[in-house]
């Protein structure tokens, strides 16, 4: 219970600060911070994607009988 109550008390005071300094410090924000989020989402991007495509290359070919997959696709 201690962690939940954390993540959203974090959650909370960081919706708090967007709004309050949100305004006065976009500069900052668009200039320092949103190039970090951005490489960030791309990371993410260039790790899922393949995992995702590689478990499907995996499922597939361990079917084996071609038959199941069209049942499956079905």
Known sequence: MGF????LT??????VVGICFGSEYSGFINT???PIGV???RL????VIPLVFSSLIVGVSGLGDIHKFGRIGG
């Open 32 to 34: 320092w911070i949103a």
């Open 44 to 47: 993410i991007k260039m790790m």
């Open 4 to 7: 939940l109550l954390q993540v």
């Open 39 to 41: 490489i960030f989402l």
């Open 10 to 15: 974090g959650m909370l005071l960081g919706v």
